[in-house]
Each structure stands twice: as C-alpha cells, then as structure tokens.
C-alpha cells in the first residue's frame, strides 16, 4: 500500500523515496464472480507499503518528492474516504501472470467460421490473429440466429464477437437491418468505428444516433440507406416519436452493457423500444456483469437464448490493485503527483466522482506540468470525442474522468487506472479498473483510502 505520511518528507538521495517496497499478504481480495465449473477464485492478494527504508524491498533511485507548499487539492466534494460501502480490501489483489497453461485455446480459427473473403480480410488488417473465448464461444451461435446472452470479462473482446457474425448476416441479406443499443455516447462511438473498420470496402453503412450530437445530422443519414443502427435509449426513442425510425424493420436487436442501462435508469426506454421490435427477431446481450435483476429483464426479451458465460474473475488476472492511503485531503494531490512521476506509469485513467473535482483535478494537474485533459457528462460530445481521440494517440498521457468513462470503453494500452475518489460501490470498481490489464497486458488499479482499516 502507499503510504500518504511518507510522500511528503524529502527523498533520501541514495534511495530515492524515504521507503522501500514492500509486499506482505492481505487476507482481503477482490470478490470473485464464479460463473464457471472449471474456474478456481483467486485468493492470493499483496499490498504494497512505502514504509521505513528498512523495511527492504525495491529502492526507488531518482525519485522526486513534492511537499505541500503548493496546497492541497480541495475539490469540495464529499468524504469517501469514510462515507464509501465498500471494504477497502476489495482494493488489494495481486496480480496473476497468465501462463501457457492457462491460456484459452479456441476450437474454431477466424478462416473456419464461414466469414467470407472480404470480411476476413478487414480482420487481417485489425491483426485478429486468433479467436477470443468469448467469440469462440458465441459466433457460431450467433450466425446460426440464435438467441445469445454472453457474460464475459472486460476487454475480452466482445465487440467483434456479435459484429463479426452481424457483418455476414448483412452479406448474405443485404436488406437486413440490426439496431444495436448501448448505454454511453463514447461506447456508441466506439462500436460504430469498430463496424467501420471491419466492413470497409463491402458498401454497408451505419448510423450513429446519440445524444449531444446535432439531430438534423442524424435525421439526413437515416433518410439515406443505412443497415445498422448504433445508439443510446433516449436518442434513438426521439427518433422514433420524430418518425425517423422504423422499428419493425429490424430483425436483430443487441443490446450490451445492459447492467449499465440499469443503472442509469434507461429500462423503461429499453422496454418501449423492444416492445415496438417485431417478435421474430434474433436478439444478443453482452456484458461484463450480471445480477439478478438483469437476468429477469434478459429472460423477458430472448427466447431458449443459449449462454455463454466465461466470467471467472471480477477484474482480469493481469491488473494489479492496491490502495493509496491519505490521512488529509490535503495529501492526495502530492501522493498523486508522486505516483504519476515514479516512472511505472505511462497512460494513466483518473476517475473523480465528480464533474466538478475532475475540473479541478485537471487544472491542478496542468498547472503542475502534465499533459491531461478530461471529459465529464457536461462536455459537449465533440470535445469528448476529441479529448478520447487524444489520449488513444497519446497526444494527452492521463484522463480525468467521471463514471462516464468507466464502462465498455476500449482505450490501448492503459497501464494505470487511479480512483482518486473511491467508487460508489464494488461494480462500479470493476469497471473503473476494467480500463487496464486488457488483452492480457499487465495493469495496476490504485485507490485512494482515507484512515488505516486494511488487513495487513
């Protein structure tokens, strides 16, 4: 664990920082989600500790140590370090390195699945060399027309998973229409540029209708031909009363990040666009979480779906979690700013629960020198979209971001994720820290906790 009551004391020369680091056993681990009869929970989980320098471990050489003589970062906002539900030890969990043994081995290769030429060529160009589990799994179900729920981790590919197989379906059909329903813009975005990408060259188009965004632009292209729809609930419910979309026309609905639409309250709008879909329809739900209430919502909408559900963990073996312990708001921004400089992190996710506190968050760390920006709900969606377009360039090399930036977003390459502000509950965690460790790339999750009440 890092320890707030050592960044603020001058380096010793010779050791870098005024601790070691120190890993020790933490009973606390991460709650494992068992979906699977050959998954074992991962119980094995370490902190790390910037103690007193006799406390061994790696000496950091080098390092910067920044007092607080600028003052604190005071965003206003209320105190989650002692209001927040969950046990600071969900924070902890060592990480796991996958091992060759480990490792999913597909049964199908993407030239046995009956993809046709052109579509498997666009697949070369992404550098799909092989098949995830959860598109080995789902594909060929999927392109049978069958009904699919699809539980999988973060970042294991389940995009392409039901755009592969929907992609074919409009090569064999060109009249075929598929309305596909997510809970963010950014998530939106993000599926329609994967769909582009994937049936460049096969002249099928799409048509992204969000929120934010001028309408009359989104009126003009769904007045032209167009075989997939991407969107969020309430856009897309516009639309329809505007009648500009005619919704017994789609044969194949997917909706993914469905806990999420839970969460933001989009159900009844989910609810009166199903109903108004033709009963005949193939549909397909995809997420990386399920509860309860999910599951009676999912049962209303598939018919004899078949379930893919190849969720073991809640986060991926590869993301390293540990806490940041600050005694004072005051500290956090001068821990912060010490971990930003320790040379570990490269493309860095801050997550403030605020809009206001990621403003601020941002000018602070601006003024201090770093290349950051932010997005938030109050950002028109161009700025969003430009800030997310700088940081995947690594034009910016840290985010700030509310909640708005946690689910279904596939930014490379994201080596830390920082929750400045604790998360409202243990699901939100999940996804925050779901941003690192994609693709089997090892990531580090760090938590800022207020007081000392860790297992140790």
């Known amino acids: 664990m890092y320890s707030g009551s050592n960044y603020g004391s ?31 929970p991962n119980t094995v989980t370490g902190n790390r500790s910037f103690g007193s320098r006799s406390s061994g471990g790696y000496p950091r050489s080098g390092g910067r140590s920044y007092g607080s003589s600028r003052g604190g970062f005071r965003g206003g906002r209320r105190n989650y370090g002692h209001s927040a539900p969950i046990d600071p030890n969900k924070f902890i969990n060592k990480a796991i390195e996958v091992t060759e043994e480990s490792k999913y081995v597909p049964v199908n290769t993407f030239g046995n699945l009956g993809l046709s030429a052109s579509l498997l060529k666009n697949v070369e160009l992404k550098k799909y060399t092989e098949l995830t589990a959860v598109q080995d799994q789902s594909i060929p179900s999927i392109m049978q027309g069958k009904d699919l729920i699809g539980i999988a981790d973060t970042g294991s590919g389940k995009t392409a998973a039901f755009l592969l197989p929907l992609i074919e379906k409009i090569l064999k059909n060109r009249d075929e229409r598929i309305l596909i ?36 632009r989104q009126m003009y292209d769904l007045r032209r031909g167009y075989n997939i729809l991407v969107g969020t609930p309430g856009r897309i419910k516009d639309l329809i009363e505007q009648r500009y979309i005619e919704m017994h026309r ?20 989910v609810r009166y666009l199903v109903g108004l879909l033709p009963a005949g329809r193939q549909t397909l739900f995809f997420s990386a979480t399920i509860n309860r209430e999910v599951e009676i919502l999912m049962q209303k909408f598939v018919l004899d779906p078949v379930r893919v559900f190849l969720k073991k963990r809640d986060t991926a073996e590869g993301i390293e ?37 990621v403003d601020m968050l941002t000018r602070e760390l601006q003024s201090r020198g770093f290349r950051v920006d932010s997005i938030h709900g109050d950002k028109t969606q161009y700025l969003r979209q430009k800030v997310l377009k700088n940081f995947k360039s690594n034009l910016i090399d840290i985010l700030i971001a509310t909640d708005v930036a946690a689910r279904g977003l596939d930014i490379p390459d994201v080596t830390h994720v920082i929750n400045y502000d604790t ?34």
């Open 181 to 216: 329903v997510v809970p963010t813009r950014e998530l939106a975005d993000q599926i329609n540029a994967e769909f582009r990408q994937l049936s460049s060259g096969m002249g099928i188009y799409s048509v992204l209708c969000i929120g934010g965004t001028n309408i009359n």
């Open 10 to 40: 001058k380096p010793k020369r010779s050791g870098g920082y005024s601790g070691g680091y120190n890993r020790s056993r933490s009973s606390g681990s991460s709650s494992n989600q068992s979906v699977s009869s050959s998954s074992t």
């Open 250 to 269: 789609f044969h194949t609905l997917v909706l993914d990040e469905v806990d999420r639409m839970l969460d933001m309250g989009f159900i009844p709008d």
């Open 423 to 456: 998360p409202e509950n243990h699901e939100d965690y999940i996804h925050r820290i779901g941003r690192t460790g994609r693709a089997n790339k090892k990531g580090f999750a760090l938590t800022f906790v207020r007081g000392g009440s860790v297992n140790r």
């Open 321 to 357: 979690q540990d806490i940041v312990m600050f005694r004072e708001n005051g500290e956090k921004i001068t821990l912060l700013h010490n971990i930003l400089i320790e040379g570990e992190p490269k493309k860095v996710l801050i997550f403030s629960q605020t809009k206001r506190g």
